[in-house]
């Protein structure tokens, strides 16, 4: 995510971080190399030019040039300047609420994600309480009806169509009648899209409109498309008005263009990214957090949401208590790499972490072995998983043939976990030294590597 982006500002901002002093020329060249950085990236050049001007103001102030630590605070400008270019901060939906129906209007271009997008946006606002109703309104895209109820029924979620139908404003009119009557309180409306904007779509989505009243106008856009996105986002904005932007392919998105030009060029906040193919992979936009994340950071706080949501806290009580009672078994070890596998790729969970933004390459992860002690794992029997200590030669012979691995595999994986196991045991006696067992943990992280504790 942003990995061009933020690897060239991280190069900008080490040659001026850790200074005792800075310069003025410090500050020009750190500076340049951002505002090159910006440009690569597909950045408007009105928007780069005012970071550019708004930042050498403010740096060249004498409370930069005179602080304790100047290159410190020369990083904590061009953070608050992302994240004012970004949106400021995380924008809600304007809904209703539930004795009444709220109304979204999906909008966007064909191939921009949006009838996956009204899906991906259901869930969530399913899993949040609310009562959702998908309606089929994209009436020119063939195929379009199908996949928003082939969507719907993966999600559990109903949709609204009327087969052969012609008028989209006639369809919401009878799905708004079914939602009234059975107490649906969203509406996620589906709307044409064409290849490119052309005035009948425009006049067929301002009919829609006046009839639907919507609560939300949300523009659907692909990232990878920069700038063009942004000119998107400001066209369907003059003629429909917008209320907000969701991005897809937020996570392949390498330069950032689209998300650091939005908000000034059209004056609509980024409300939701796609982040994956998953229905789940759908998530609102913090501006303080993916700022953080350009300048290597880390997103610590998106990190622990998303194990929240994988990780069942009775489980994790559970497992902690079986650690330090040497319980640890095969068969826990195997649902802990299940569980982080919930989570994401490993890309974007490193990315999360301080400092480790563009450090780890794709070809880096590729040769990590989660998928392959997982493999080993569930090709032993449940005694096996439960103990160890039993499977000799023959048995490490039949699990390396199960599991399309060889027999030097096997003994890998059972050593790294022997050798978890014995750290488990001195955690257990250093129970009553908090300090000692939790340095005793961070040790063990990279015991078992990628897919390790």
């Given at each position: 995510?942003?990995?061009?982006?933020?690897?060239?500002?991280?190069?900008?901002?080490?040659?001026?971080?850790?200074?005792?002093?800075?310069?003025?020329?410090?500050?020009?060249?750190?500076?340049?190399?951002?505002?090159?950085?910006?440009?690569?990236?597909?950045?408007?050049?009105?928007?780069?030019?005012?970071?550019?001007?708004?930042?050498?103001?403010?740096?060249?102030?004498?409370?930069?040039?005179?602080?304790?630590?100047?290159?410190?605070?020369?990083?904590?400008?061009?953070?608050?300047?992302?994240?004012?270019?970004?949106?400021?901060?995380?924008?809600?939906?304007?809904?209703?609420?539930?004795?009444?129906?709220?109304?979204?209007?999906?909008?966007?271009?064909?191939?921009?994600?949006?009838?996956?997008?009204?899906?991906?946006?259901?869930?969530?606002?399913?899993?949040?309480?609310?009562?959702?109703?998908?309606?089929?309104?994209?009436?020119?895209?063939p195929a379009a009806i199908e996949q928003l109820s082939v969507l719907g029924s993966q999600i559990?979620?109903?949709?609204?169509?009327?087969?052969?139908?012609?008028?989209?404003?006639?369809?919401?009119?009878?799905?708004?009648?079914?939602?009234?009557?059975?107490?649906?309180?969203?509406?996620?409306?589906?709307?044409?899209?064409?290849?490119?904007?052309?005035?009948?779509?425009?006049?067929?989505?301002?009919?829609?409109?006046?009839?639907?009243k919507p609560d939300e106008l949300l523009l659907v856009a692909d990232a990878m498309t920069g700038?063009?996105?942004?000119?998107?986002?400001?066209?369907?904005?003059?003629?429909?008005?917008?209320?907000?932007?969701?991005?897809?392919?937020?996570?392949?998105?390498?330069?950032?263009?689209?998300?650091?030009?939005?908000?000034?060029?059209?004056?609509?906040?980024?409300?939701?990214?796609?982040?994956?193919?998953?229905?789940?992979?759908?998530?609102?936009?913090?501006?303080?957090?993916?700022?953080?994340?350009?300048?290597?950071?880390?997103?610590?706080?998106?990190?622990?949401?998303?194990?929240?949501?994988?990780?069942?806290?009775?489980?994790?009580?559970?497992?902690?208590?079986?650690?330090?009672?040497?319980?640890?078994?095969?068969?826990?070890?195997?649902?802990?790499?299940?569980?982080?596998?919930?989570?994401?790729?490993?890309?974007?969970?490193?990315?999360?972490?301080?400092?480790?933004?563009?450090?780890?390459?794709?070809?880096?992860?590729?040769?990590?072995?989660?998928?392959?002690?997982?493999?080993?794992?569930?090709?032993?029997?449940?005694?096996?998983?439960?103990?160890?200590?039993?499977?000799?030669?023959?048995?490490?012979?039949?699990?390396?043939?199960?599991?399309?691995?060889?027999?030097?595999?096997?003994?890998?994986?059972?050593?790294?976990?022997?050798?978890?196991?014995?750290?488990?045991?001195?955690?257990?006696?250093?129970?009553?030294?908090?300090?000692?067992?939790?340095?005793?943990?961070?040790?063990?992280?990279?015991?078992?590597?990628?897919?390790?504790?």
């Open positions: 995510m942003l990995e061009k982006l933020t690897g060239k500002i991280q190069d900008a901002l080490r040659t001026i971080n850790g200074k005792a002093t800075i310069t003025e020329k410090n500050i020009e060249d750190a500076v340049e190399a951002i505002k090159m950085a910006l440009l690569e990236a597909d950045v408007n050049l009105r928007v780069v030019r005012r970071f550019v001007n708004s930042t050498i103001e403010e740096a060249k102030g004498e409370r930069v040039l005179r602080s304790v630590d100047p290159g410190q605070q020369f990083i904590k400008i061009v953070h608050d300047k992302l994240v004012a270019f970004l949106g400021d901060a995380k924008q809600d939906l304007n809904l209703k609420g539930p004795d009444t129906q709220s109304v979204i209007l999906m909008l966007g271009l064909q191939g921009s994600g949006k009838t996956t997008s009204s899906a991906k946006l259901a869930l969530r606002l399913k899993k949040e309480g609310r009562k959702v109703l998908l309606v089929a309104c994209d009436l020119i895209r559990g979620v109903p949709v609204y169509k009327e087969e052969g139908a012609k008028d989209p404003v006639k369809v919401y009119k009878g799905a708004l009648e079914t939602a009234r009557k059975n107490l649906y309180d969203t509406i996620i409306v589906d709307t044409t899209g064409r290849l490119q904007i052309d005035q009948e779509m425009m006049t067929e989505l301002v009919r829609l409109r006046d009839a639907a700038q063009s996105a942004v000119d998107i986002a400001k066209a369907f904005d003059e003629q429909i008005g917008l209320t907000g932007v969701i991005l897809t392919k937020f996570d392949s998105d390498t330069r950032g263009g689209a998300a650091l030009s939005l908000k000034t060029i059209t004056g609509k906040p980024l409300k939701f990214v796609g982040v994956g193919e998953k229905p789940e992979d759908f998530e609102p936009f913090y501006p303080d957090r993916v700022a953080s994340r350009i300048l290597g950071m880390g997103d610590i706080v998106s990190l622990v949401e998303k194990a929240q949501q994988v990780v069942n806290q009775e489980e994790a009580a559970a497992l902690q208590k079986k650690m330090l009672s040497e319980d640890f078994t095969l068969q826990d070890w195997l649902d802990q790499l299940r569980a982080v596998k919930k989570m994401g790729s490993l890309q974007s969970m490193l990315e999360m972490l301080p400092g480790m933004a563009g450090q780890i390459s794709e070809e880096d992860l590729n040769k990590a072995d989660m998928k392959t002690q997982e493999a080993i794992i569930c090709s032993m029997t449940k005694k096996e998983r439960e103990n160890y200590l039993i499977i000799g030669p023959s048995r490490r012979a039949r699990i390396a043939r199960g599991s399309g691995t060889s027999v030097a595999e096997v003994a890998r994986l059972l050593k790294k976990f022997e050798k978890m196991r014995t750290m488990m045991k001195k955690m257990a006696k250093l129970g009553k030294n908090p300090k000692a067992a939790q340095a005793m943990m961070s040790r063990m992280g990279g015991m078992g590597g990628r897919g390790g504790l």
